[in-house]
């Protein structure tokens, strides 16, 4: 079974930045559509990047410009860099694979407060 472990979340300031890690388990990391996403209590999960195998990416209006995707196959991780914290990127974070979708891990949350 595959498992994807998030961390890397905190509290930041409006305008700061964090680096969000997603390690997996298992053989086939490097062929599968990684994700990230995002969720705030009562609304639903929310796609907000996409990293393909062979590199190309994918991003949510609400964080373009602000937020980057990238991958180490040979690690089996996928990152998430946030520039730019706004207060509504406050939430839990998440990845998984985004064609073949596997459990979902715990997350990691990301708060963004004066």
């Known amino acids: 079974q595959v498992l994807f472990v998030e961390s890397g979340g905190g509290s930041v300031q409006p305008g700061g930045s964090l680096r969000l890690s997603c390690a997996a388990s298992?053989?086939?990391?490097?062929?599968?559509?990684m994700g990230w996403y995002r969720q705030t209590p009562g609304q639903q999960r929310e796609l907000v990047a996409v990293?393909?195998?062979?590199?190309?990416?994918n991003y949510a209006d609400s964080v373009k410009g602000r937020f980057t995707i990238s991958r180490d196959n040979a690690k089996k991780t996928a990152y998430l860099q946030m520039n730019s914290l706004k207060p509504e990127d406050t939430a839990v974070y998440y990845c998984n694979s985004v064609l073949t979708p596997k459990s979902w891990g715990q997350g990691t949350q990301v708060t963004v407060s004066a």
């Open positions: 990293i393909r195998s062979d590199g190309s990416t």
């Open positions: 298992g053989n086939l990391f490097s062929s599968y559509t």
